[in-house]
């Protein structure tokens, strides 16, 4: 039996996090015969907008979605025929992350109309986002409700990044984490600097709690400590502002070095080359609702890794694994830091035993088994 699976809607070409995610999990799963992938990308502007080509292997088709009716309603014609199109003996429609555009319930409706299967891929829980804010809309509030009720009767299964989110979907859900590429266990280490280089990477959102991060980064320079932190990911120019503001007061300039957003190649190496990986978290329904992306990545490069205990985060390590702190604690972040860059027998340890646990439990071979296994049950 041949399996057709169309990953939408987002790209696993480039991008951020999630997108990296869902290309470990298709650089597995298309080594099986047997499966036959597509990229259905729907993108809000049209830049560098391609109608059909091929990355890597795998077939693109990138929509519009300019929020338009008349522009939405030629998208379903084009999805309609493009899943017509693609069709085998058993069709899969992935639909990764669902933010829930009203838009998207069409697609579905489209899907099922041409007898696919719909799984879902759900790394949040929509409620947990009302809590970003302070203030929601009634009306947002009652749409998110309506579409997470209409997510559950068009699903066909849901895998679920996160015990929390799983408990929403129940019986009709997997349990499936974060994921590393596996090409980084081959990258060898490059860097000759002396000074301990600690990494964070991602979003810089209030749930990663970076302004504490600095706080203690000015305690251990205040107190001599010698390293050097590197801060990768997506920022815009106003956060970056404020924190190069808080670079001059605290005097860190020398210490504190902004990446931006690397390609995949430069921020591989970066970890490769790094001592020390820290993923601190507030402790808030969002944060604990989902699972911190970077994590795998941190382990299998074999960096000692801090975190905070949030959500799913003690069920895959221990003590013997990483430093677990409390969410929102500067105390027990500095003295981990303390810890690691005075010790280097507790480095060597945390980064054995935690590249054993990333192989375990975030080995992307396994999971792309995985989701195989559970598309042909449904």
């Given at each position: ?9 987002i ?9 990296m ?6 650089n597995?799963?298309r ?7 597509s990229?259905?990308?729907?993108h ?15 077939r693109?088709k ?18 309609y025929?493009?899943?017509k ?13 669902v ?11 489209v899907a099922?109309?041409?007898?696919y299967?719909?799984v879902?891929?759900?790394i ?9 804010t ?16 209409l997510l ?10 996160s ?33 301990l ?10 749930k ?10 000015r ?31 605290y005097?860190?300039?020398?210490c ?45 490069t ?6 905070s ?8 390590l221990?003590?013997d694994?990483a ?18 860059i005075?010790?280097?027998?507790l ?32």
């Amino acid at each position: 039996m041949r399996i057709n699976i169309i990953f939408t809607p987002i790209s696993f070409s480039k991008g951020g996090a999630g997108c990296m995610r869902l290309k470990y999990l298709i650089n597995e799963i298309r080594n099986n015969n047997n499966i036959v992938i597509s990229n259905l990308i729907i993108h809000k502007n049209n830049n560098e907008l391609e109608e059909n080509y091929y990355y890597d292997n795998v077939r693109y088709k990138k929509l519009l979605n300019n929020n338009i009716i008349f522009g939405n309603l030629s998208n379903l014609v084009n999805i309609y025929k493009y899943l017509k199109f693609s069709k085998l003996d058993k069709n899969i429609l992935y639909f990764y992350d669902v933010n829930y555009n009203p838009f998207d319930i069409f697609i579905f409706i489209v899907a099922k109309m041409q007898g696919y299967k719909i799984v879902f891929d759900e790394i949040e829980l929509y409620y947990t986002k009302l809590f970003k804010t302070k203030e929601n809309s009634f009306f947002s509030i009652l749409v998110i409700s309506i579409n997470q009720y209409l997510l559950k009767i068009f699903s066909n299964h849901t895998f679920c990044i996160s015990i929390e989110i799983k408990k929403y979907f129940k019986n009709k859900s997997t349990l499936l984490p974060i994921s590393y590429d596996s090409n980084l266990i081959d990258l060898k280490r490059r860097s000759t600097n002396n000074e301990l280089t600690i990494v964070y990477s991602g979003s810089f959102a209030e749930k990663d709690n970076i302004t504490s991060l600095l706080v203690v980064c000015r305690n251990l320079m205040i107190n001599g400590y010698k390293f050097r932190l590197c801060l990768s990911g997506k920022i815009s120019e106003n956060q970056k502002n404020v924190y190069l503001n808080l670079l001059k007061d605290y005097e860190l300039n020398e210490c504190v070095f902004f990446m931006g957003f690397l390609d995949s190649t430069d921020y591989n190496q970066l970890l490769v080359d790094s001592d020390i990986c820290i993923v601190p978290r507030v402790n808030s329904k969002f944060a604990n609702a989902g699972f911190p992306f970077k994590l795998a990545e941190y382990l299998i490069t074999g960096n000692a890794v801090i975190i905070s205990k949030t959500g799913d985060v003690s069920n895959y390590l221990t003590s013997d694994d990483a430093i677990l702190i409390n969410p929102d604690s500067e105390i027990e972040l500095e003295k981990a830091l303390i810890d690691l860059i005075s010790n280097d027998k507790l480095r060597n340890k945390l980064s054995l035993n935690g590249k054993i646990k990333a192989k375990k439990y975030f080995n992307p071979t396994i999971q792309a088994n995985i989701i195989i296994e559970t598309i042909k049950s449904v």
